[in-house]
């Protein structure tokens, strides 16, 4: 784990005493009230999990947002892939520009996203809307909206890890398997693929932790329909402003775990292909 | 660890393209065709939408809609508290990435998580998470549910990583010999920190602040059970921005939400400037 094994840091009063500090901080911040949800989900022992588990709503609303997030998963790990290898293997002008705007959905307000896509896709007065749903098509408060939204907010984080591996490893293997004689699809499929295989598979997990979680943009454009459109984050803060403190619980336990799951898997794999 | 798991942003010398490529082929030339147009109308378009509804009106609508009596105090609100926020991840942020780089101890590998938990967390889960220590029941005995105080701690927990995973991979690369060198030249460890690490850690700390502030400019959803959302007190500008798009005001909506969207487009631009002096350094 640590950078530097062999150089050995001195320690003085102030190193203790800083370790302290950010010790304090993030058990305050962070392990504390995580560590308070779990409890508050099994103060009645496994009573909340089974509730939400014979709710046939709340199990429509947990496979609807897994559903969502596979979809929106694969289509952000197809998207990410291609526009890394355009960004780092070829020049076209512009290229500078896709790149910073790359990065815009994860610092764009979910409210806004969900704004967005509704002044584009709305049924009623967005720019593409009526005449999509003239063709049959409804994107808003319907299924495609949600999938458009985890999409959009998802977006970049399969790119950020696969451009600095595709960076890394260079293209000396490519140009020689092209001059062997191999096709384009070739040499991505022997050659370029299994040497970013890491940097995907830590993008997909990152995007699947962020696509199960969206909660904002999915709340602009779901509608929020019991049984149709409503998502599991969705469930979490309906049942806690109802009142129903133990529902609201499990449900955001069920997601926490998901989450922090996605953590570990990534720090467990990760130092094992850096060494 | 070098590792940036979760990380929300890359060490930033190793993230830009620099190294010009190829020209196009006609294979990745459609490739790239497909994929600027998926991202047009999924990204491009519906931003555009949200700047042409909001100017739609003229600048005296525009104006009126932002200056709002409401509005205006929930923007001061999420601008201050996000501000605010950032210069505690400016110390904070510092301070955790140099325990995780420089101090040994164990049990560090558990605040690697910790860290990334705040990004992996749903933002509705985050705040029901701080609502369960700082809420009503609290085993602490502080509630600040519904106070302004809720807000600051909301932006605190979802933008806990972005400083440190900046700073991070640039600390963990600094070469020891020149602080050893100082430091046997009689250098306090004072003077070797806010002469020698603090400039190369400057760029790394100041992409992160930027990071920080653009996310908690922006959030929405550890607020909604935490922070009640009071007029003039408690609503931030996203709130704001959900009530006129539930009032049916998609144009004052659009108009709160372009303010927004000129912040995240600055922050982006501040980064890609700061990463290109980064690349030239290294």
Known sequence: MASHPSTRTRRGPVTYLVRLLVIAYLFLLVAWP???????????????????????????????????????????????????LLLVRYDFPGKRLLSALLDMPLSVSPIVVGLALVLVYGGRNGWF??????????????????VLATVFVA?????????????????????????????????????????????????????????????????????NVLGETRTATLVVEEKYLNFDKGGAYATAFLLALVAVACIIIVSVIRPKEDR | MTSTALSPDRPATSRRPVRSGRPLTRVSGLGLGVAMMWFSLLVLIPLAAVVVTASAGGWST??????N???????????????????????MGTMIAWVLVRDR?????????????????????????????????????????????????????????????????????????VEEAAMSLGASRFTVFRRIILPSLTPAIAAGAALSFARGVSEYGSLVL?????????????????????????????????????????????????????????
């Open chain 1, 155 to 223: 977006l970049p984080l399969v790119i950020r890890e696969v451009v600095p591996v595709l960076e890394e490893v260079g293209e000396e293997q490519e140009q020689a398997a092209r001059s062997l004689g191999a096709n384009a699809w070739q040499t991505f499929r022997r050659i370029t693929l299994p040497s970013i295989k890491w940097g995907v598979v830590y993008g997909v997990v990152l995007s699947l932790a962020r696509s199960l979680g969206e909660f904002g943009a999915v709340k602009v454009v779901s509608g």
């Open chain 2, 105 to 177: 101890f164990f049990g560090k590998r558990a605040l690697e998580i910790l860290i990334d938990i705040p990004f992996a967390l749903p933002t509705i889960v985050a705040g029901l998470v701080l609502l369960s220590l700082y809420g009503r029941n609290s085993p602490l005995g502080v509630d600040i549910a519904n106070t302004r105080p809720a807000v600051f701690l909301a932006f605190l927990f979802v933008t806990l990583p972005f400083v440190v995973r900046t700073v991070q991979p640039v600390l963990a690369e600094l070469e020891r010999d």
């Open chain 2, 69 to 91: 009596e409401q509005t205006a105090a929930a923007i001061e609100l999420t601008v201050g508290t996000a501000f605010a926020v950032t210069l505690v991840n400016i110390v």
């Open chain 1, 34 to 84: 995580v560590y308070l949800v779990g409890k508050n989900t099994f103060a009645d022992g496994m009573d909340n999990i089974n509730g939400i588990l014979e709710d046939p709503d709340i199990v429509h609303a947990i496979s609807l947002t897994v559903q969502v997030a596979i979809i929106a998963v694969i289509i952000n790990t197809l998207f990410g892939v291609g526009i890394s």
């Open chain 1, 129 to 146: 809307g009526p005449g999509l749903e003239s063709m049959g098509f409804q994107v808003i408060f319907a299924t495609p909206g949600i």
């Open chain 2, 62 to 67: 525009f104006w009126q809609a932002v200056t």
């Open chain 2, 226 to 282: 935490l922070s009640g959302n009071l007029p003039m007190k408690t609503e931030v500008t996203s709130v704001r921005i959900l009530s006129s798009i539930e009032n049916d005001n998609l144009d004052s909506a659009a108009a709160v939400a372009t303010i927004l969207l000129v912040i995240s487009f600055a922050v982006i631009v501040l980064l890609d400037v700061i990463q290109r002096r980064m690349v030239r350094r290294g």
